[in-house]
């Protein structure tokens, strides 16, 4: 019966999963406590990581250039962010068509809110400007 007192939220997720950094700044540890040394120090508020490990209160995560180490679950949040990657501008286009009209480019490193994905094309939103966007283009889409 104890079990059933634990509220659903309190429940941890299967790894490995997506999820965004929740503040402008967030310690990466070495190990998953505040005891730790701090190795990387993230200024990026929506940076998307993959959750890898579960420990108690922290998560070890892999950043974008697959750094991993432990960040406090509490300094995450469950909504799905991605970052456009590659060498040049990525465009975002109206629909989810490489023959849609081309609304704006992001650069390499641009971080927004993912949307729904279908079909090799996702929805991305970067500060209220939206449109969709080549699935490959986004580091946080897809599978973990």
């Known amino acids: ?8 939220a309190a429940q941890d997720r299967e790894v490995p999963y997506w999820a965004t950094l929740r503040e402008d700044e967030v310690n990466m540890r070495t190990g998953p406590s505040g005891n730790y ?4 120090v993230y200024r990026r ?3 998307p ?3 890898v490990r579960l420990n108690q209160g922290w998560r070890l995560v892999e950043d974008p250039d697959g750094a991993r180490g432990w960040i406090a ?3 995450l949040n469950p909504a799905r962010g991605a970052i456009v990657i ?5 465009e975002i286009r109206e629909a989810p068509s490489g023959e849609a009209p081309v609304r704006w480019r992001a650069e390499p490193g641009v971080v927004g809110k993912l949307g729904d994905c279908d079909n090799g094309w996702c ?8 449109g969709w966007v080549r699935e490959d ?3 946080g889409a897809g599978q973990p």
């Open 1 to 8: 019966m104890l079990a059933a007192a634990v509220p659903a």
């Open 37 to 40: 040394p701090i190795e990387w």
């Open 73 to 75: 679950a509490r300094l």
């Open 137 to 139: 283009r986004l580091w």
């Open 86 to 90: 590659g060498d040049d501008p990525v």
């Open 123 to 130: 929805r991305f939103d970067v500060t209220g400007r939206n």
């Open 49 to 51: 990581m993959k959750v």
């Open 45 to 47: 508020q929506g940076l």
